[in-house]
């Protein structure tokens, strides 16, 4: 199965691509510019050495859409919509995973701060505009510097969200191979709207404390 990032170049998706490598997945970075994924995959390539299990690619987006058999979004709110409407063909059919967050940052505020986005959140955003897509709201709490310390177990549950079951089904089974997640389906993609508003009370508190923190639901048989 190969799995494709778009905007895999930067901070949270490069982050993603480590923690799946090392678990054997086919990865490939996308970015706006071939060139640019390029770069990164030699960094990967770098950081990982032999830890590194999986295959790793870089393409520009539009060859990454197309190829990957599952597709996460690692794209900041601002520029989403452009950036999905360019890749609607090739996302046609495919599960795709919503990791953004309408943090305030997009218009210049605080991260500490939400917007609204008109359809209720991103990831319902994103699966009204790829109406023939299963998106899969994931990873929106989970912070990238917690998944870029590869040297440590990730101390934290994974939101999942969506209205496809099946699709939800193979979202959970690659993120639980993350050691130390444990995946919980959350429900509806509705559901979307709350884990995404969690993000920025968790952004909140890494300030206050000086912390990496994320979530962990108890008391939770599944
Ligand atoms: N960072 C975190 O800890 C974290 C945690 C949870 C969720 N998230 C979510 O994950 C997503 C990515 O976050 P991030 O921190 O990784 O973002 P980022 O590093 O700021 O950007 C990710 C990538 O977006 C692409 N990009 C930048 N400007 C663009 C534009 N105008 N049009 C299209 N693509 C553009 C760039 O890729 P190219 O230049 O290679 O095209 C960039 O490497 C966001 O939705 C965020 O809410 C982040």
Redesign the pocket.
């Known amino acids: 199965m190969k799995i494709s990032i778009i ?9 993603l691509a480590l923690r799946l490598l090392i678990k054997g997945f086919h990865v490939i970075i ?4 071939e060139e ?2 390029l770069m ?1 995959v030699e960094e990967i390539k770098k950081i990982l050495g032999e830890r590194l299990k999986g295959k790793v690619e870089g393409k520009n ?1 539009i060859e990454a859409a197309k190829e990957g058999d599952v597709v996460v ?8 919509i ?2 999905i409407k360019a890749l609607k063909d090739e996302l046609k059919g495919k599960i795709v995973i919503s ?3 309408p ?1 305030a940052t997009a218009i210049g505020d605080k991260p500490t701060r939400l917007l609204y986005p008109p359809d209720g959140s ?1 990831a319902e955003m994103v699966q009204n505009i790829l109406k023939e897509s299963k998106v899969v709201g994931a ?7 917690v ?1 870029r310390d590869i040297e440590k177990e990730v101390d934290c549950d994974i939101l999942i969200t969506g209205d496809d079951e099946e699709a939800k089904r193979v979202v959970k089974e690659i993120l639980e191979k993350i050691d130390g997640v444990r995946v919980i389906d959350c429900g509806d993609l509705e559901k979307s709207r709350i884990v995404e508003s969690i ?1 920025a009370l968790l952004i909140a508190l890494n300030i206050k404390y000086k912390a990496e923190t994320g979530i962990r639901i108890t008391n939770l048989k599944i």
């Open positions: 905007g895999g170049t930067g901070e949270q998706g490069f982050a996308g970015s706006r510019s640019k994924a990164t987006n979004l690692s794209i900041p709110y601002e520029y989403t452009p950036t990791m953004g967050v943090l991103v990873l929106q709490n989970v912070s990238n510097k998944l993000t």
